[in-house]
């Protein structure tokens, strides 16, 4: 996608605080999606733009959404890919989400666990999520993409970021969102969410990341 969209607009793809090859000078305070969308909107009026459009998937988009509620005039527009807000995903959770996605509540825990979990084998856990993703076909995520992936996880700096990401969304990012809703707060820019064929048909949820 980023490289179609590059043919006719300025990408920028910046990484999540902690995740991929970023290293943030300090990761305390906790990295917010409100606190990661600050840091964004720096970036870019940095970069000379006052006001920009957004495509967020996953994590991204949950940042992006934040980003934009707490920013009005900002974004031009926002298309979210395959995610609704956190507290929608929460509230609608039953035992057929947990077991699919049982990253979300593994990661959350608090006192080191999960990353004390996850350094026993990263690239079996890393490998269980393509699979249960479906992303098996090299067509779905190239073998570069995979290593990186690995790559990135095997650092034990790269899955504590992770961990306190999936902290936040269950704790602090979930109290910004009940503000919201209370507020009756809503983007004020034109949305597009996406949902692939698979996710609608009934197979898998459309709010599994």
Not at 154 to 178: F, I, Q
Request: include cysteine.
């Amino acid at each position: 996608m980023a490289v179609e969209l590059a043919r006719h607009y300025t990408v920028i793809a910046p990484d999540l605080p902690g995740y991929g090859a970023s290293r943030p000078a300090a990761m305390s305070p906790r990295w917010t999606k409100r606190r990661v969308g600050e840091a964004l909107v720096a970036l870019m009026r940095n970069l000379g733009h006052e006001r920009f459009a957004m495509v967020g998937h996953d994590r991204g988009a949950r940042a992006g959404y934040r980003l934009a509620l707490d920013n009005p005039g900002v974004v031009k527009a926002f298309a979210s890919l395959t995610v609704v807000p956190t507290l929608d995903v929460v509230e609608g959770v039953d035992y057929r989400f947990a077991r699919k996605n049982y990253h979300w509540f593994l990661f959350a825990q608090p006192d080191n666990l999960p990353e004390t979990l996850l350094a026993a084998a990263p690239d079996a856990v890393l490998d269980w999520e393509f699979e249960v993703m479906q992303a098996t076909d090299d067509n779905v995520i190239e073998p570069a993409a995979r290593q990186a992936y690995r790559a990135a996880f095997r650092d034990p700096a790269v899955r504590h970021a992770m961990c306190e990401d999936y902290r936040a969304a269950l704790d602090e990012d979930l109290t910004d969102d009940s503000a919201d809703r209370a507020a009756s707060r809503k983007l004020d820019c034109p949305v597009l969410v996406l949902w692939s064929k698979h996710e609608v048909s009934g197979n898998t949820s459309p709010i599994d990341v």
